[in-house]
């Protein structure tokens, strides 16, 4: 098969998932509901245990950094409430399509589909969890303001992003059983390098750490709207340059080995 | 107009061992002599087909000849390996009919996620359900988790589920029966219109009788050393 042949076959597979979204979006609300169906408050349960962690860790750490809680408390309370969003995605790829088995084996669905339907599920909750974000950004931060909104579009590019990217970890997950874990570590590890514990400004002159942290542009660029000011512009080309290269690498694994999955499962 | 056509059709299915499901591997592999190489089965050999509107064809063979594997095929879900396939129409496949059934969900979640499934969409879906309620009589007990059925009441709620969806294609894997003597008769006639109103039937049998009732044309797989 040719690049081109490739690149067009996936080009399809997605586009084909990305507009039968009825489907996805029905099937993802309907595993919320039932997963929460014996519990009253439903995923509102998720939102307390995360509101919960935030506010004892908040106070923990930034007792630790000996920063003020005005000014740490809301970057950490945002910072996580996004990292369990982002996290929470790619962990649901790395259990690749194992789930999705008996539907791939007896009909022929595009691809995308499974993958949005996890990606919707994460989103649903991050939903339930901005209610954190508001009440931290109230109680202890500096308030709402306009600028906040602008952090709906940078959500969107984000997701796109993380969609992109769960398809490809989903199809290299199921291919080689042993990256599942491989996959957890490194995300693990992902979250001790990017500044959601910590803040930027303790690394001194060796801000390059960040600088190069793919992760940290795509936390940033939702989170520096929320806590009242414009995300930079190396913010927004990461996440840009990331997306083209995204869209490519994803392109190319669907139309690679759309035909194979069927058979690794 | 629907329309299946396969020519010179070869399925190889990879067997994969432990061992190259493991990226490590698959790594080292790369630097070692021995280039071991993932072992294959083949499952279809050089199989040809062409049918069209109102053909109605019977697959028949031992266990193991590669049934399954052809219905699968002609669904999209197995790609060739060799030769050329080109199926126009919709396709309904009645493998399994009791797919993607959530047990904690309850009957009418079940009925709407699999229309939606099957790409139906949100509003047809209203007329379906009463439909369903109806044929299946299990009246209140739709409205409980799938959990709480019976065998027979699970049976029934999946055959009538998967034969509401209409399609051009329909693919069976042996003939469906379901529950007591009298339900018996009332999903064989189900089963019966369901099949009428398709243009195109594939159903793998073991079953002569069957076929010859239902069948207009026979294919006959082999194992082969």
Redesign the interface.
Known sequence: MTLHSTLKLGLEELKEGFTCHERWLYMAIQDIKLRYRRSVIGPWWVTISTGFMVLMLGFLWSHIFGSDLENFFPFFAVGMVLWGWMSGQILDAAGGYFQFGGVIKQIRLPFPIFTLRLNVRQLIILAHNTIIIALVLLLIGKGLSWINLIAIPSLILIQLNLTLLSIVVTIFCTRYQDMTQVVTVGTTIIFFFTPILWQVEILKDRTYLVEMNLIYHWIETIRAPLLGHLPSVSNYLWSLASLAVLSLLATYFLGRYRSRIAYWL | MASILLQNVSVE??V?SNDS????N?LLKNFSKEKASIQSVTALHEVNLNLKDGDRLGVMGPNGAGKSTLL?TI?????QSIGHIDVKGS?V?L??IS??M?M??TGY?NI??RA????M??KQIKIIEEEIADFTELGKFLELPVRTYSTGMHMRLGFAVSTTVPADIILMDEWLSVGDSDFLIKAEKRLHDYIQKSSILVIASHSEDLISKLTNQTLRLEHKA
Do not use: N, W
Not at chain 2, 21 to 24: F, M
Not at chain 2, 75 to 79: D, E, L, P, R, S
Not at chain 2, 116 to 119: A, D, K, L, R, V
């Open positions: 299915i990879p994969f499901r493991s990226i490590k698959s699968r669904a999209g879900v197995y790609q396709i496949s493998i399994d797919l993607g959530d904690e969900a979640e709407r996620m939606i499934m099957m790409g969409k949100l």
